[in-house]
């Protein structure tokens, strides 16, 4: 039974380039989650979907940062225009539904030259 | 004031020893009170969940919540050196998001 799964595990980018993260949420799991962890800080809420649907973006920066969940494949979080302050760690979480509990995948570990 | 407050340590204690892990928040809303564990360079796992005031227990681990204080605990009994990671409270917002504190980070040396 396969966790909550993230790729690419460690994703080094220029400034200027794109990340694009994925995750694929355990099996049964509509709701995915993202957080940012940033070095010595706390993991912060990004986006919440369901699938085709933002349900809560409340905590993404306005500009560059965009997440999708779309009927077939994994959630994506895209990162255009990449800066060095974007270099974080970044989670992806799902649940069965809203107020469920929440299981976390590995992580991504962006490193922004 | 930060919604979620956490002592990020660190904290070193001998094996054996009982360990007292805290977070306050400041908005009286919430009712639900996790504690998560990160070990180095991995994502957090689910440790307990406790819903408005009270104990839970399991095995070595009790979480208490006191919503009068705005206050909860995790305890750690007979704490190991397994146990040495990062301890995150967190509580869940209005649209299912979790708020989560800084992190405790832990090492229990043998």
């Known amino acids: 039974n396969a966790g909550v799964m993230q790729n690419p595990r460690h994703l080094v980018r220029r400034r200027g380039q794109e990340a694009r993260l994925r995750c694929s949420p355990m099996k049964g799991h509509s709701h995915v989650y993202w957080y940012r962890q940033l070095p010595e800080e706390g993991l912060k809420f990004m986006v919440y979907?369901?699938?085709?649907?933002?349900?809560?973006e409340s905590g993404m920066p306005k500009e560059r940062f965009s997440a999708e969940f779309p009927k077939e494949g994994p959630s994506i979080l895209r990162i255009q225009q990449v800066v060095r302050g974007d270099s974080a760690a970044y989670f992806c979480?799902?649940?069965?539904?809203?107020?469920?509990?929440?299981?976390f995948g590995p992580g991504t570990r962006l490193l922004v030259l | 004031q930060k919604e979620v407050e956490q002592d990020p340590g660190p904290l070193s204690v001998p094996e054996g020893a009982i360990v007292s892990l805290n977070c306050t928040y400041s908005?009286?809303?919430?009712?639900?009170f996790m504690w998560y564990r990160q070990y180095s360079r991995k994502g957090p796992e689910l440790l307990m969940y406790?819903?408005?005031?009270g104990n839970k227990e399991d095995g070595r681990f009790t979480a208490q919540v006191d919503k009068s204080s705005k206050y909860i605990s995790l305890f750690i009994r007979d704490s190991q050196p397994s146990d040495s990671a990062t301890y995150l409270c967190a509580m869940w917002g209005s649209q299912g998001n979790l708020i989560f504190g800084k992190g405790t980070k832990l090492s229990v040396k043998p």
């Open positions: 406790t819903y408005s005031s």
């Open positions: 908005n009286s809303a919430f009712q639900y």
């Open positions: 979907l369901q699938k085709e649907n933002i349900i809560d």
């Open positions: 979480a799902s649940s069965s539904g809203q107020g469920e509990t929440q299981y």
